[in-house]
Every structure is written in C-alpha cells, then in structure tokens.
C-alpha cells in the first residue's frame, strides 16, 4: 500500500482571557475545525483490509501553538492521493476561515505500493535477475 505522514502546525494568537475578545486566536479550536472536516467513514475505524484511510494519530496543543498528526494509507495511488488532496483543500479553507492564524501542512510520503511499479520493463529486469541468480546458485 502507500503510506504518508501529514503534520498539520497551526500558530494561535495569545491573550488575557479577561481581555481577549477579537484578540484571541485559540488554535486547538482551528485543529478542532479540522479533525472535524476530515470525512469519518475513512479513518481506521470504518475502514477495512485494502480500503484506505486518514488516521489522526496525534494532537499536541496550547494557547499558541497546535500540532495535528496524521497517517495517510492507501492500496490505490489514486485514491492515497485524492486523499492528500482534501488535506490541502482543508487547510486552503481553514487559512481563508482564520487569516489571522499561520497554517502550515507538512506532506511525507514513506512508500508507495510496490504492485504500482510494476509494468513491462521492471517485469523484464526481475525475470533477468532471477535467471541471472539461478546461474549463481
């Protein structure tokens, strides 16, 4: 399958809570706003065997500074990347919604399915390899 990792590094705005009203910019809450905009029929939860899924897997906030954490898995290349698409549409919206904040997405991809490799020329390279190591044996 394919995997990623998404960090998701929201900058608050501090103030007094006597005196924060306009000033106050709480980014747990944006965090909150965007675990709450991730569709959860795909997270580990409701997903099974090859179906994918975003998994929010950490969070670490306070009044300045909020981190999401989240794994991104996925058999389909295209679907894994539909998937980090809607994370950058949801961060897009949550910058517009909240100009004030600073919000910053990290995308890492860690592997890809090896069957998306897999074509014509590499399934002649491997059958080289392999007659090539039955020479050897």
């Not at 998404?6 to 709480?26: E, F, Y």
């Not at 996925?74 to 919604?97: G, M, N």
Request: hydrophobic letters at 40%; one cysteine or more.
């Amino acid at each position: 399958f394919n995997a990623g990792s998404a960090w998701v590094d929201i900058q608050g705005i501090t103030a007094h809570p006597m005196s924060s009203k306009g000033q106050l910019l709480n980014p747990i809450l944006v965090a909150h706003d965007f675990i709450g905009m991730l569709d959860r029929g795909q997270t580990p939860e409701f997903t099974d065997k090859t179906e994918g899924f975003v998994w929010v897997n950490g969070i670490q906030g306070g009044p300045a500074k909020c981190r999401v954490s989240l794994k991104l898995r996925d058999h389909s290349l295209k679907r894994y990347e539909e998937k980090k698409t809607l994370i950058r549409a949801i961060v897009d919206c949550l910058r517009v919604r909240y100009p004030r904040a600073k919000i910053n997405l990290t995308i890492e991809d860690v592997y890809g399915n090896i069957a998306d490799a897999i074509n014509p020329r590499t399934v002649h390279a491997l059958t080289c390899c392999a007659a090539r190591w039955k020479l050897n044996m």
